[in-house]
């Protein structure tokens, strides 16, 4: 059964760093395309980066481009998000998210697996 497990959340002051991570049991992440998505509290969840399965192509949406990383470690089958300069509006509950044929593309309705997710809030 596969699952995906969020995990580095917690507050963090304006300026500064969180780095999250995806863990997967009974997936190997590195042939699959992993994304990031959030929430923010009264806001629908949207996607704000992905890595491509196999290729490591990334995508990063405008509102996180230059400030947040995401990478692989296939060894230990997980997915990073390094998160710099954050913002108080980088503030919400982050969700990594996996599928069997995703692809390129952030679009929810393409991924089959998700985790419960990991809160971030951002505060001064």
């Known amino acids: 059964q596969v699952q995906l497990v969020e995990s580095g959340g917690g507050s963090a002051q304006p300026g500064g760093s969180l780095r999250l991570s995806c863990r997967a049991y009974?997936?190997?992440?590195?042939?699959?395309?992993v994304g990031w998505f959030r929430q923010a509290p009264g806001k629908e969840r949207e996607g704000i980066s992905y890595?491509?399965?196999?290729?490591?192509?990334?995508y990063y949406v405008d509102s996180v481009k230059g400030r947040f990383s995401i990478s692989r470690d296939n060894a230990e089958n997980m997915v990073y998000l390094q998160m710099d300069n954050l913002k108080s509006e980088d503030s919400g509950i982050y969700y990594c998210?996996?599928?069997?044929?995703?692809?390129?593309?952030?679009?929810?309705?393409?991924?089959?697996?998700w985790g419960l997710g990991t809160q971030v809030s951002v505060a001064s």
């Open positions: 998210a996996t599928g069997w044929n995703t692809l390129a593309t952030l679009r929810e309705d393409r991924y089959d697996f």
């Open positions: 009974a997936l190997k992440l590195e042939y699959y395309t």
């Open positions: 890595i491509v399965g196999s290729t490591d192509d990334t």
